[in-house]
Structures are given as structure tokens and as C-alpha cells.
């Protein structure tokens, strides 16, 4: 019987999850077309056309590394509070550069 609640607990919180990164998904595929329409645009006139997918491939690598690198100089060796700054330091230094790098101009 000691089973029942958290297994019940774990699968709500599945759901949950699939729920966000279904909606997170989607939310990303609007944003690439949008992303897409906007840098076509932008790059009509040039001569040199570098596909908008491949930016956002660059910008997602970039985001990557500048988190990976805040993250190891926020965090204080293997402690959880160490953990949770150096996450929010990467995730914040990573945002930065995706909104930089992504952001459509208007």
C-alpha cells in the first residue's frame, strides 16, 4: 500500500513535465518560423545567404558554452548551493546571449 501515493505522485509529475516541454516545444517551433520570416527578410539583399537555421544552431552552441562556462565559475565545488548559483549565474549568461543573438529586429 506504501507504493500507491508515490507512484501516483510520480506520475503526475510525468505528465506535468510532458506537458511543459510539449508546450515549450511548440512555443520554440512558432518562434523559429517567426525567426525564419524575419531573417529572410532581413537577408534578401545580400549576396551571401547563410540559412537562418544554421544562426540558430550557431546562437543554441553559443548559449551552450557561455552556460557551461558561468556555470563551472559560479558554482563552488560540489556543493548544492554551489550548484543552484552557478545554474542561475549559466541559465542568466546564457539567456543573454540567446536574446542577443536571437532576438528578431524590428
Known amino acids: 500500500m506504501f507504493w500507491i501515493i508515490p507512484s501516483l505522485f510520480a506520475l503526475c509529475a510525468a505528465l506535468l513535465v510532458y506537458v511543459v516541454f510539449n508546450a515549450l516545444h511548440e512555443m520554440e517551433e512558432s518562434y523559429v518560423n517567426e525567426y525564419n520570416a524575419n531573417i529572410a527578410r532581413q ?19 553559443a548559449a551552450a558554452v557561455v552556460f557551461l562556462l558561468l556555470f563551472m565559475v ?25 536574446d542577443g543573438l536571437l532576438a528578431p529586429r524590428r
Open 43 to 61: 537577408f534578401e539583399d545580400l549576396f551571401l545567404f547563410i540559412p537562418s537555421g544554421q544562426i540558430m544552431r550557431f546562437t543554441h552552441i
Open 74 to 98: 559560479g558554482s563552488e565545488g560540489l556543493s548544492f548551493s554551489g550548484a543552484i548559483r552557478g545554474g542561475v549565474i549559466g541559465v542568466a549568461g546564457a539567456g543573454l546571449v540567446a
